[in-house]
């Protein structure tokens, strides 16, 4: 038998000649969270004034909106999001599923028997900065204004 063989691990955790390696719930919820942020189209949520003023104070959770369970060595992930206003919400859940899934595979090793999108909300944020902008375009005096001199 060799010394470098690596044994089933039990709730996140692997064996090896060395010791162990355990993976908490709360990493693999920040690799999630991360890898979320890469999908185009998801909105973050709106946030509370005080849950806002504790992220100003660098309190912030990356793993907010991640529910993982973790059994064996397999991994269920659930992530509640808002998305962008306009985008196609079926198109956006399984490219999150994927960039989500092989994410957590590849830096933790564990297998990602599902990953859940629950759809909490649409955040109208970017159409209102994108109507805003063309209103501001429309608005906008093309023309120089002179300085009213005064002669006494």
Request: glycine share 6%; charged share 30%; no cysteine.
């Given at each position: 038998?060799?010394?470098?063989?690596?044994?089933?691990?039990?709730?996140?955790?692997?064996?090896?000649?060395?010791?162990?390696?355990?993976?908490?719930?709360?990493?693999?919820?920040?690799?999630?969270?991360?890898?979320?942020?890469?999908?185009?189209?998801?909105?973050?949520?709106?946030?509370?004034?005080?849950?806002g003023f504790t992220e100003k104070l660098g309190k912030k959770n990356p793993?907010?909106?991640?529910?993982?369970?973790?059994?064996?060595?397999?991994?269920?992930?659930?992530?509640?999001?808002?998305?962008?206003?306009?985008?196609?919400?079926p198109k956006l859940a399984m490219e999150l599923q994927k960039e989500v899934?092989?994410?957590?595979?590849?830096?933790?090793?564990?297998?990602?028997?599902?990953?859940?999108?629950?759809?909490?909300?649409?955040?109208?944020?970017?159409?209102?900065?994108?109507?805003?902008?063309?209103?501001?375009?429309?608005?906008?005096?093309?023309?120089?204004?002179?300085?009213?001199?005064?002669?006494?």
């Amino acid at each position: 038998m060799s010394d470098n063989k690596v044994q089933e691990p039990v709730s996140g955790a692997t064996e090896t000649a060395y010791g162990s390696i355990h993976i908490s719930e709360e990493a693999v919820a920040t690799i999630v969270r991360m890898a979320a942020d890469r999908v185009e189209g998801i909105a973050h949520a709106p946030t509370s004034m005080a849950s806002g003023f504790t992220e100003k104070l660098g309190k912030k959770n990356p793993a907010k909106g991640v529910k993982v369970e973790l059994e064996a060595h397999e991994v269920q992930i659930a992530l509640y999001i808002y998305v962008d206003y306009g985008v196609k919400i079926p198109k956006l859940a399984m490219e999150l599923q994927k960039e989500v899934r092989q994410s957590v595979q590849m830096m933790t090793g564990l297998t990602v028997k599902e990953v859940n999108i629950y759809v909490q909300g649409v955040s109208f944020e970017k159409e209102h900065e994108r109507e805003s902008q063309e209103y501001n375009k429309e608005t906008a005096v093309t023309e120089p204004v002179e300085d009213e001199e005064t002669e006494v």
